[in-house]
């Protein structure tokens, strides 16, 4: 069975550029999740979905930082405009369920994002 | 404000001895805790789980001991193997599943 499926890896860019991550749940998990994870820190939640409904987006921060998952399946995360602060690794989770006390999180490898 | 705390950033431990990893957490409404295990390049993976009903979870060589008056909770690894050297991150609950709270991990060593 396929994981979670980031992409790019590794992504470069200047201050005030737009920048986009992409995310492929494992198949069949209806909640998806957009962690933020900063040097030497654990990972922080910026949303999630149920299908493609955004639950709980309160982490997010709203002036610069936009999602979606369209068709309740993949999703992308966007970034405009970038800001030195927001060099960090993006990580994509799934799950069956929302609940974590029952349904395991499979994390995808995120992409790391190095703003200059 | 750190709610989950891991205050050893990182741990160097010979082959076959014990592991442990420590956690604090300041929010008395969690209730629930697991333990995550990352690679270099890949994302966190699930390594085991505590209810607070509980004191104690065990799966072969890891076991959670959870002190909730003390607010603390502690992962052994025993024996420790080589392929044990990577980071692990403590997470939380509350008792309605709401958002996981990570710590700031701990990297593991283990020396052969």
């Known amino acids: 069975e396929a994981g979670v499926v980031q992409s790019p890896r590794y992504k470069i860019i200047e201050k005030k550029q737009p920048v986009a991550f992409w995310c492929n749940p494992i198949?069949?998990?209806?909640?998806l999740y957009w962690y933020r994870q900063n040097l030497g820190q654990g990972p922080e939640l910026l949303i999630r979905?149920?299908?493609?409904?955004?639950?709980?987006d309160s982490q997010l921060p709203k002036d610069r930082f936009s999602a979606e998952r369209l068709k309740g399946v993949d999703s992308t995360l966007k970034i405009q405009p970038a800001e030195l602060g927001d060099s960090a690794v993006y990580l994509c989770?799934?799950?069956?369920?929302?609940?974590?006390?029952?349904?395991?999180?499979?994390f995808g490898p995120g992409t790391r994002l190095t703003v200059t | 404000d750190q709610q989950v705390k891991q205050n050893s950033p990182s741990l160097s431990v010979q082959e076959g001895r014990i592991s442990i990893l420590n956690c604090d957490y300041t929010n008395s409404m969690f209730d629930y805790f697991l333990w995550y295990k990352k690679y270099p390049a890949e994302g966190p993976t699930f390594l085991i789980s505590i209810s607070s009903i509980k004191d104690k979870n065990e799966d072969g060589r890891f076991t959670v001991f959870l002190n909730k008056s003390a607010k603390h909770l502690s992962l052994h690894i025993v024996p420790s193997q080589p392929g044990d050297s990577a980071v692990y991150f403590c997470?939380?609950?509350?008792?309605?599943?709401?958002?996981?709270?990570f710590g700031g991990g701990t990297r593991l060593m283990v020396k052969p």
């Open positions: 989770a799934s799950s069956l369920g929302q609940n974590p006390l029952v349904y395991e999180q499979y």
């Open positions: 997470a939380a609950s509350d008792n309605a599943g709401n958002m996981l709270t």
């Open positions: 979905y149920e299908n493609e409904e955004a639950v709980d």
């Open positions: 198949s069949g998990h209806n909640t």
